[in-house]
């Protein structure tokens, strides 16, 4: 006798959006960017598959909206500093 294991689908889309987002903070904020774009997809992708990946999809989107406000205060401060010299 068999059985069949049946496993929950995958959110892959919250996958990606956390890996953009980790990527964003050592690199430019563009990925940044697209991993808060994909974290909110992820996120209703998430309320539509019981829950799956809603865990990393809210850990994707702060990571994502704090490297955005990071490289967001540097490029303001660069541009006062380079404006008042």
């Known amino acids: 006798m068999s059985t069949i294991e049946v496993s929950a689908p995958k959110n892959q889309w919250a996958i ?3 890996v953009l ?6 690199t430019l904020a563009v990925p940044s960017v697209a991993g808060v774009i994909l974290g909110h997809m992820a996120l209703w ?3 539509h598959l019981n829950g799956n990946g809603r865990a990393v999809s809210i850990a994707a989107l ?3 909206y704090v490297g955005i406000s990071i490289y967001a205060t540097i490029f303001i401060l660069w ?3 380079l ?3």
């Open 83 to 85: 404006w008042n010299f």
């Open 79 to 81: 541009t006062i500093l």
């Open 21 to 26: 987002s980790i990527l964003g903070l050592v």
């Open 45 to 47: 992708r998430a309320n």
């Open 16 to 18: 990606a959006a956390l």
């Open 62 to 64: 702060i990571l994502g």
